[in-house]
């Protein structure tokens, strides 16, 4: 059997350090996306525009898009939540910089969940970030969107996936340039995780590319990545070593690690463009600057 490759979307830059209680120096945050680079990784979330008093880590966004490097084999994604946080990514491309090249949309499958992260609620959330995917097209910012907490909410519980389907109906008209699902609480099961991608997938027909980006609070996460492989995800999201939660949902934990999700992958045939031995010791070197073990368990057995 012939395996399609798959595309990683490294996250640890973003998602794996918004939740980490000592602030990271721009510099290391620099140091670590050079070392992702050096390892393969080709799409990057580097950063978000929120405010610094709701994620402290990313204070300082504009100072690490400013110190990328300016590879054009490279896809610098920054995650916003409103259009204030597209015209900061905008902005990033002044007077002729890189800049950032891709914003990612976030609307919450939880009216509760919603409104403690975003202030908003479901419907809200899906007509502001309509608008947004409108003006980042118009002003020509690549634009791709996450439906989150898509398996679960730390308030509200299940999410059905009517729910789930009915957003993503909705997004799809805006034609983003991926919509994915997100289990941000590492609730989901690898039957669930089948189930829904291939829900999407029928309701998407091809048209717009599906991203997985899973959580392994319950220590699924790598199942359900091998569910949403067999039905058609081709583009998931891993951060390094396993780092990350949200600030936002009670003891959620980190998401897949990319170690662990390229071992998989590879292991099964599926190519990832992910140098695994490099990619372990940038693990063992970002270790040593938190102070602390990573929780990849590929990482970890090397």
């Not at 996936?161 to 993503?168: C, N, Q, S």
């Not at 997985?212 to 569910?227: D, K, L």
């Not at 999700?261 to 695994?276: C, F, K, N, P």
Request: net charge negative.
């Amino acid at each position: 059997m012939v395996f399609e490759q798959i595309e990683l979307v490294e996250v640890g830059p973003r998602d794996g350090l918004q939740n980490e209680p000592d602030i990271i120096a721009t510099d290391t945050k620099l140091a670590l996306i050079g070392r992702m680079i050096d390892y393969g990784a080709r799409r990057l979330e580097v950063a978000s525009f929120v405010h610094p008093q709701r994620v402290p880590q990313m204070a300082d966004a504009e100072a690490v898009i400013a110190g990328l490097p300016d590879r054009t084999d490279c896809t610098y994604i920054g995650l916003v939540l409103n259009k204030r946080g597209v015209l900061r990514a905008l902005a990033t491309r002044e007077g002729g910089a890189r800049g950032i090249d891709q914003v990612g949309c976030v609307v919450v499958a939880s009216d509760t969940f919603g409104q403690k992260n975003q202030g908003q609620t479901i419907e809200q959330g899906i007509a502001e970030t309509r608008a947004m995917l409108r003006f980042a097209r118009e002003e020509g910012m690549r634009a791709q969107v996450t439906i989150s907490a898509a398996f679960g909410c730390p308030f509200e519980g299940e999410v059905k996936h009517d729910t789930v389907l009915a957003i993503a109906e909705d997004l799809a008209a805006e034609a983003p340039e991926e919509i994915a699902l997100a289990d941000t609480i590492g609730v989901g099961t690898p039957w669930e995780a089948g189930e829904l991608f291939g829900k999407l997938g029928a309701l998407l027909g091809g048209k717009i590319p599906m991203r997985a980006h899973f959580h392994n609070t319950r220590g699924t996460g790598i199942a359900n990545a091998w569910e949403a492989y067999k039905a058609g995800v081709r583009v998931f999201d891993a951060s390094l070593g396993g780092l990350g939660g949200c600030p936002f949902a009670p003891r959620a934990t980190g998401n897949i690690a990319t170690e662990d999700l390229v071992y998989m992958m590879e292991r099964s045939g599926v190519a990832t463009g992910i140098d695994l031995e490099a990619a372990i010791a940038a693990n063992k070197w970002f270790a040593g600057q938190l102070g602390r073990e990573l929780p990849s368990a590929v990482a970890r057995a090397a």
